[in-house]
């Protein structure tokens, strides 16, 4: 069977019921796409591939019984759901190794008052609003519409090394805003320098 | 450009409260405002754009496929592999022994367990130089059995540090989160557990502990024994020998500690249960023949340990024919109610008793 030819659609069929080459085909048609997204996320080629892994792992142990409608936004979401996962066991590591350096064994203090999430959502978007109106915008394309660099530079007319300039620019910005709210945020902005 | 500098009004968040956010997330319990910070955090995540030259692209698409292969067929344990050097690649920065990157390694190992069925347990688990921490990441309860015998029954998203071997002069614990605690009679080293700015203490007995991390209260609520509870003294009032304020609870009752206005405000728990050993021992009956109502309400006094006053002298004497046996406190002090025509109320730690007569 010429499984490159089979719609997304036919293919999520077939592999509903354990079609293992409808499964590479997914494997073969899906793989780099989520490699570009992995790699932007994350660290190391070898978290990426763990990662990526774990991915189709998911899509292969829960094909019974996901009731997938878009297949590309269902990937999307799975690799998304493994990249926190990552970072949530990575935070936990760093309390432990915390715990296991520090002479005083408290535990951590509770935040004396509610966390207030409105105020971090609203110093995200001030934030970017304050952001030249070129740059503001190519973030947006890029984390809130997940566009591609290139797609960006041929939408705007821009070129493609103006684009990662005006990302950079507004995540070095943002993250340097909101460095004290965030816990993690404060491990990519020191990579970033 | 300008830069923004916006006062804090708010503490930031900690690791726990983040920890908790993304499993909500995950598990599609957040609020709207919840996902809205877990998304913007998320689109800040953003290493240096890499490409993959297409040689190693076709070499991971081919290492990749073999090792889902065999996991699908079940022939390799391919994630634990590859963990390993992720931890020794950020533990290392921090300078650390060998033993400890093993440990982290198997730290991160078993956290990812509620990904795979291979790691079913969910409870990590963690051992350091002579103390233990244990996380309960799933959503159900799970119980852990410490060194002399306490069990303590940690809830979901919670998480109890302790020593392997407690010392000579007490048991200490410390605890984020909520958990049910039964606790081994032992006079000689009392108990003590630690959570927010709260230190619960004990001989030997069975009590709940709710200490969440992004709650300004603290609850101690006490099933059997008696407990005394305090406030963590800071280092400058250790010398004094002085603890902070202070209560003392007995079954039934509990506390809540304020950490705002540093208030303890004691109360009784929502289901008194009686107490079975004083039942037992004083050969208690709950089934009442033309009894005086004093009688009756001492009895409740002692299997409960919950103080029972009556605000009519007269009420003392009237007779109550019933059989109370198996029914809650509330539904007994009905029972009672009835018979003087009147009615109870709950004032702080004692019920109050109210009624018109049986004249």
């Known amino acids: 069977m010429e499984y490159q030819l089979l719609s997304d659609e036919l293919l999520v069929k077939l592999l509903r019921v354990d079609d293992e080459g409808a499964f590479r085909e997914i494997y073969k048609r899906y793989l780099k796409l989520l490699t570009k997204a992995a790699l932007n996320k994350l660290k190391s080629n070898e978290e990426a591939e763990e990662i990526l892994q774990e991915t189709f792992l998911q899509l292969w142990e829960k094909r019974t019984t996901q009731n997938i409608d878009n297949l590309k936004a269902y990937l999307f979401a799975s690799l998304k759901y493994q990249i926190i996962d990552h970072y949530k066991a990575q935070i936990l590591a760093e309390r432990y190794a915390d715990f296991i350096f520090s002479k005083d064994l408290q535990p951590e203090n509770s935040s004396e008052s509610a966390v207030n999430f409105q105020e971090i959502i609203l110093l995200f978007e001030k934030t970017l609003c304050d952001l030249p109106q070129k740059t503001s915008q190519i973030f947006r394309l890029s984390r809130l519409e997940n566009k591609t660099t290139r797609e960006i530079s041929e939408v705007l007319h821009v070129p493609e090394r103006t684009v990662e300039y005006h990302i950079t620019q507004s995540l070095k910005l943002l993250r340097f805003q909101l460095k004290d709210f965030l816990p993690t945020v404060v491990l990519s902005f020191l990579s970033s320098f | ?359």
Not at chain 2, 267 to 285: D, H, M, R
Request: net charge neutral; aromatic share 8%; hydrophobic share 40%.
């Open chain 2, 1 to 359: 450009m300008d830069l923004l500098y916006i006062k804090r009004a708010y503490k930031m968040m900690n690791r726990s409260t983040f920890v908790a956010l993304l499993q909500k997330y995950q598990q599609k319990t957040a609020t709207d405002a919840e996902k809205q910070v877990v998304e913007q955090w998320y689109t800040l995540l953003e290493e240096q754009p890499r490409q993959l030259p297409e040689k190693e692209w076709l070499e991971l698409e081919n290492r990749l496929w073999q090792k889902l292969q065999n996991q699908i067929l079940g022939l390799e344990a391919t994630t634990q592999t590859i963990v390993i050097p992720l931890w020794q690649r950020t533990i290392f920065k921090i300078g650390a022994a060998a033993s400890v990157v093993i440990v982290a390694a198997l730290g991160y190992l078993f956290y990812q367990g509620n990904m795979t069925a291979m790691r079913t347990q969910g409870l990590v688990r963690q051992k350091v130089k002579g103390m233990e921490l244990v996380v309960n990441t799933t959503s159900n309860i799970l119980p852990v059995t410490l060194e002399d015998g306490s069990k303590v029954t940690l809830h979901p998203q919670s998480e109890l540090r302790f020593p392997t071997h407690f010392t000579p002069h007490q048991r200490e614990v410390f605890l984020t989160g909520e958990a049910f605690f039964e606790i081994t009679e032992n006079a000689a080293r009392p108990f003590l557990v630690n959570a927010g700015q709260l230190v619960t203490k004990v001989l030997g007995t069975s009590f709940r502990v709710r200490a969440q991390p992004d709650s300004p209260e603290v609850e101690v609520s006490v099933k059997t024994g008696k407990v005394s509870v305090y406030e963590r003294a800071e280092p400058s009032q250790v010398k004094s020998n002085k603890n902070g304020n202070g209560v003392v609870l007995t079954p039934n009752h509990r506390v809540t500690f304020s950490t705002e206005n540093k208030l303890f405000i004691t109360g009784l728990v929502e289901k008194p249960a009686v107490l079975a050993n004083i039942v037992v021992a004083q050969n208690l009956s709950f089934v009442f023949n033309d009894a005086p109502i004093s009688y009756v309400l001492s009895q409740l006094e002692k299997a409960y340990s919950i103080d029972i006053e009556i605000d009519n002298e007269g009420l003392n004497d009237c007779p109550l024919t019933a059989n109370l046996t198996d029914k809650s406190l509330y539904a007994q002090l009905e029972i009672i109610c009835a018979a003087i025509e009147g009615g109870y109320e709950v004032k702080g730690t004692a019920i109050l008793i109210s009624g018109k007569g049986c004249e």
